[in-house]
């Protein structure tokens, strides 16, 4: 019984896979069509979680009249549509369509590549500013100077959390990956298996991206860091604290959308050694720029997520 489900649960992931590259293969344009038709149902139909975008505004901005938190809200869930075309989009796409669409511009390869390759290993943190989901089609984007980015589809490392349906997990974990996993190339890695998964490769150079905006998971415990967003925060120190122990250099990954099918991501240096800092200096580092960020583009964020518990 257990390998009829087991097939059936393969069976139903590589149709829906199938489905999504079928669909990926229609222009960009007629995703956004299909992604601004998601959010008005999002917003207006379903309502999702606008009780929730509502309150982090207004909490988050406490100085901004009820007017402008209502528009950074209206702002957020065309962004939230967006996401959602792109992702589909991205599912079917290889390193060449992406750099010859032009989605993503990495903004400063050269200073990504020298500290990437001058130090053991690298933590890259990451938000859900931009599209997260689009992070594993990182060595297929352009660059804004033609320099390349100095590393290997086997060194990279996307970190994330399990989903609680199988079927789901599977979908989203391959959809994220999808330019990767045409080179032959898997490399997300599960949260809960990243500790052992780092020591293994501890000789080897490599990239792990995480994001690390989120509320701490229950088991990971609750580290204070102060505020952020006019808010005290718990954080999560995971990542940082493996990075302090094995010496990784940190960088900090910004995503701006310039405009509708275009983002700039730039790689911020946090520190070249982790071990010279403490895992909590490193993530108030991390949130203050996570907050200039915010400020800059206040929709660009993933208020749906409920941050403070």
Same mark, same amino acid.
């Given at each position: 019984?257990?390998?009829?489900?087991?097939?059936?649960?393969?069976?139903?992931?590589?149709?829906?896979?199938?489905?999504?590259?079928?669909?990926?293969?229609?222009?960009?344009?007629?995703?956004?069509?299909?992604?601004?038709?998601?959010?008005?149902?999002?917003?207006?139909?379903?309502?999702?979680?606008?009780?929730?975008?509502?309150?982090?505004?207004?909490?988050?901005?406490?100085?901004?009249?009820?007017?402008? !938190?209502?528009? !950074?809200?209206?702002?957020?869930?065309?962004?939230?549509?967006?996401?959602?075309?792109?992702?589909?989009?991205?599912?079917?796409?290889?390193?060449?369509?992406?750099?010859?669409?032009?989605?993503?511009?990495?903004?400063?390869?050269?200073?990504?590549?020298?500290?990437?390759?001058?130090?053991?290993?690298?933590?890259?943190?990451?938000?859900?500013?931009?599209?997260?989901?689009?992070?594993?089609?990182?060595?297929?984007?352009?660059?804004?100077?033609?320099?390349?980015?100095? !590393?290997?589809?086997?060194?990279?490392?996307?970190?994330?959390?399990?989903?609680?349906?199988?079927?789901?997990?599977?979908?989203?974990?391959?959809?994220?990956?999808?330019?990767?996993?045409?080179?032959?190339?898997?490399?997300?890695?599960?949260?809960?298996?990243?500790?052992?998964?780092?020591?293994?490769?501890?000789?080897?150079?490599?990239?792990?991206?995480?994001?690390?905006?989120?509320?701490?998971?229950?088991?990971?415990?609750?580290?204070?860091?102060?505020?952020?967003?006019?808010?005290?925060?718990?954080?999560?120190?995971?990542?940082?604290?493996?990075?302090?122990?094995?010496?990784?250099?940190?960088?900090?990954?910004?995503?701006?959308?310039?405009?509708?099918?275009?983002?700039?991501?730039?790689?911020?240096?946090?520190?070249?050694?982790?071990?010279?800092?403490?895992?909590?200096?490193?993530?108030?580092?991390?949130?203050?720029?996570?907050?200039?960020?915010?400020?800059?583009?206040?929709?660009?964020?993933?208020?749906?997520?409920?941050?403070?518990?």
């Amino acid at each position: 019984m257990g390998y009829i489900v087991l097939i059936m649960k393969k069976l139903t992931v590589n149709i829906v896979r199938g489905l999504i590259v079928a669909l990926a293969q229609l222009p960009l344009g007629f995703h956004y069509f299909m992604g601004d038709v998601f959010s008005w149902i999002a917003k207006n139909i379903l309502k999702y979680r606008y009780s929730t975008v509502m309150i982090n505004l207004a909490r988050s901005f406490p100085d901004k009249p009820y007017h402008e !938190i209502r528009k !950074i809200a209206d702002d957020f869930y065309r962004h939230f549509g967006e996401i959602f075309a792109e992702a589909i989009w991205f599912g079917g796409s290889s390193y060449k369509r992406l750099n010859r669409k032009g989605i993503v511009t990495v903004m400063n390869p050269e200073e990504f590549s020298e500290l990437f390759l001058s130090t053991p290993s690298m933590t890259v943190l990451s938000t859900h500013c931009g599209n997260w989901e689009l992070l594993g089609g990182l060595l297929g984007y352009r660059t804004a100077t033609g320099g390349r980015i100095e !590393i290997g589809e086997q060194q990279i490392n996307v970190v994330y959390k399990k989903l609680s349906s199988d079927i789901s997990d599977e979908v989203f974990k391959r959809n994220r990956i999808a330019p990767l996993e045409k080179v032959g190339t898997e490399c997300e890695v599960e949260s809960n298996n990243i500790l052992r998964h780092t020591l293994k490769q501890k000789n080897m150079r490599m990239l792990y991206i995480y994001p690390t905006d989120q509320a701490p998971y229950w088991y990971a415990g609750k580290h204070p860091i102060g505020e952020f967003m006019h808010q005290q925060t718990n954080v999560m120190l995971g990542s940082v604290g493996l990075a302090c122990k094995l010496s990784h250099s940190v960088m900090y990954m910004k995503m701006r959308r310039v405009e509708r099918g275009h983002y700039e991501m730039t790689l911020i240096p946090i520190c070249r050694d982790a071990s010279t800092m403490t895992p909590e200096e490193i993530m108030r580092k991390y949130y203050d720029l996570l907050q200039e960020e915010i400020n800059e583009t206040p929709h660009n964020w993933l208020w749906t997520h409920r941050r403070w518990k």
